[in-house]
């Protein structure tokens, strides 16, 4: 006898032997194995550090953790993950991570941080950005970081430092 389940989007099944006697009934326990290691999950955490240079008055400084998954499998290989932080009244900075599965269980990871600095947090001024790529290879760490600025006014004091560490293990 098989049985299977999805569990926190991935299936686990499993099997068991039974003998069953005409017109009766048996129990009959399942084990339900891990899903195959072709179900990943990359971890992305870190910290970002951002800081506004002020002409006038002190600089101000913020730390913010983050911490995000995602899962990829062989019917979901490609996955986009991103976020938005926002510092002192006027300045943002956004991350986006193009993530990919591939056939080798390692995953391609194309990042892009855009940095925004105006009036406001909502500013459409953006005074710099960067991109790359990374691979994580199978049940492997990397670590990342990744450092932007205001290019556009020439200063590098208006800043924000971001540190990951990528992990690609074996979705549960």
Do not use: C
């Not at 032997?17 to 048996?26: C, I, L, P």
């Not at 953790?65 to 899962?71: E, G, I, K, L, V």
């Not at 996955?79 to 986006?96: F, L, Q």
């Not at 710099?128 to 006014?153: A, F, H, M, Y």
């Amino acid at each position: 006898m098989q049985a299977g389940k999805f569990i926190n989007s991935g299936y686990a099944e499993g099997e068991a032997f039974v003998n069953v006697v005409a017109g009766a009934s048996a129990p009959v326990t399942v084990v339900l194995k891990d899903p195959p290691e072709i179900y990943r999950r990359l971890v992305i955490r870190g910290t970002m550090s951002i800081e506004d240079y002020e002409n006038f008055g002190d600089n101000e400084y913020a730390t913010r953790n983050f911490a995000r998954n995602s899962d990829l499998g062989p019917w979901d290989t490609h996955d986009e993950v991103g976020w938005t932080e926002k510092m002192g009244g006027e300045i943002r900075v956004v991350v986006s991570l193009k993530i990919d599965l591939h056939a080798s269980l390692s995953i391609k990871v194309d990042w892009h941080v855009a940095f925004y600095e105006g009036t406001s947090e909502e500013t459409g001024d953006l005074d710099g950005q960067r991109s790359g790529t990374i691979t994580v290879g199978k049940d492997e760490t990397k670590p990342l970081s990744i450092s932007v600025w205001n290019t556009d006014e020439d200063e590098p004091e208006d800043r924000a430092d971001i540190s990951f560490d990528l992990t690609n293990k074996m979705r549960p």
